[in-house]
């Protein structure tokens, strides 16, 4: 499975990153220090994500401004599955909901909150 960790605190990249990789040492992760970046590794159409772990508070481009541009892709973008990593308020949380975000992680992460989050984002609707 290939995730996308967004963030721009390269610790809680770390963490996570090393979370997914116990949970299943076969998930492919790739890492993105801000909203920008990921935009661009998401938008090269050789790289197809499964899932895509989002900080929200980042410097340049945000998670909630990445959300939205994926939203108006919506076609290309159907597939990914977005789980939010932040420490946000619930103002941010329905604006991540609204455009797509359909599971929340608190900041610092857990392993079994992570490997629950992906289990219920990965299962069928």
């Given amino acids: 499975m ?11 990249q770390i963490v996570l990153s090393r979370i997914l990789q116990q949970v299943d040492p076969g998930h492919d992760v790739t890492t993105a220090a801000d909203g920008e970046e990921a935009l661009l590794i998401l938008q090269n159409p050789r790289q197809i994500f499964d899932v895509l772990f989002l900080d929200i508070e980042m410097p340049k481009v945000n998670g909630i401004q990445v ?8 076609p290309l973008f159907d597939r990914l599955k977005v789980i939010v990593c932040s420490s946000i308020g619930i103002k941010e949380l329905k604006e991540c909901l609204e455009f797509g975000a359909k599971h929340f ?21």
Avoid: Y
Wanted: charged fraction near 45%; hydrophobic fraction near 35%; aromatic fraction near 0%.
């Fill in 2 to 12: 290939k995730i996308l960790v967004v963030d721009d605190d390269k610790s809680s």
């Fill in 67 to 74: 959300l939205k541009t994926l939203h108006e892709k919506k």
């Fill in 105 to 125: 992680i608190a900041k610092p992460p857990e392993r079994k909150t992570v490997e629950k989050k992906l289990r219920m984002a990965l299962a069928k609707p």
